[in-house]
């Protein structure tokens, strides 16, 4: 069972940066890719960022374009969220996510962002 843990969350004010870290308990190379979603109380999870193992391609929404970077280590098994010019609306729980045959999550980091 592959674990996935969150960390680097917390209180920023707007226009301020963060960088999230997802380790995980396996190779992350061996997943087929790896995201970040997030999710504001009382909205939807909603999609962030993605990279994949195979060649690198990268996605983001829209909503984060040029603002938030996704990055990964494969020898720490790690996965990174840079996360610049912040928004009150980019507050929300931030959920790392690795994709193979099955779909594994983390527990979650919150971000909170003041105006």
Known sequence: QVQLVESG????????????SCAASASISSFNNMGWYRQAPGKEREFV??????GGSINYADSVKGRFTISRDNGKNTMFLQMNSLKPEDTAVYYCNAVSWTAYWGQGTQVTVSS
């Open 9 to 20: 969350g917390g209180l920023v004010q707007a226009g301020g940066s963060l960088r999230l």
């Open 49 to 54: 960022a993605r990279i994949f193992s195979a």
